[in-house]
Nanobody, 120 residues
Framework: VQLVESGGGLAQVGGTLRLSCAASGSISSINAMAWYRQAPGKERELVAVISNSGYVYYAASVKGRFTISRDNANAVNMLYLQMKSLKLEDTAMYYC?????????????WGQGTQVTVSS
């Protein structure tokens, strides 16, 4: 599976950004898709995950502000992360990921990452 993210960039506090991830290849093996992020000097953390049937989970730090969604209609599966009410602490490299399952900590595939920078 190949994952390509896009949509990162610079936003102001309180602003919005939308990240996209295109998944191609052996997408029939995908059970769930997720967004992770890693801020400078910090460990990579789960932001949100969505199952094939649409179940979602959000980290407490983003719940109510971020929305994860998927479009599985075509040969290329699309994953999105709509981010609003951005905070300085949302600044990080964001990674699209394919976990082994919806509630698994193990990730089979990673994207290359897209930078999100929130400024005041």
């Amino acid at each position: 599976v190949q994952l390509v993210e896009s949509g990162g960039g610079l936003a102001q506090v309180g602003g919005t950004l939308r990240l996209s991830c295109a998944a191609s290849g052996s997408i029939s093996s995908i059970n769930a898709m997720a967004w992770y992020r890693q801020a400078p000097g910090k460990e990579r953390e789960l932001v949100a995950v969505i199952s094939n049937s649409g179940y979602v989970y959000y980290a407490a730090s983003v719940k109510g502000r971020f929305t994860i969604s998927r479009d599985n209609a075509n040969a290329v599966n699309m994953l999105y992360l709509q981010m609003k009410s951005l905070k300085l602490e949302d600044t990080a490299m964001y990674y699209c990921a394919i976990p082994q399952d919806f509630d698994s900590d193990f990730v089979d595939y990673w994207g290359q990452g897209t930078q999100v920078t929130v400024s005041s």
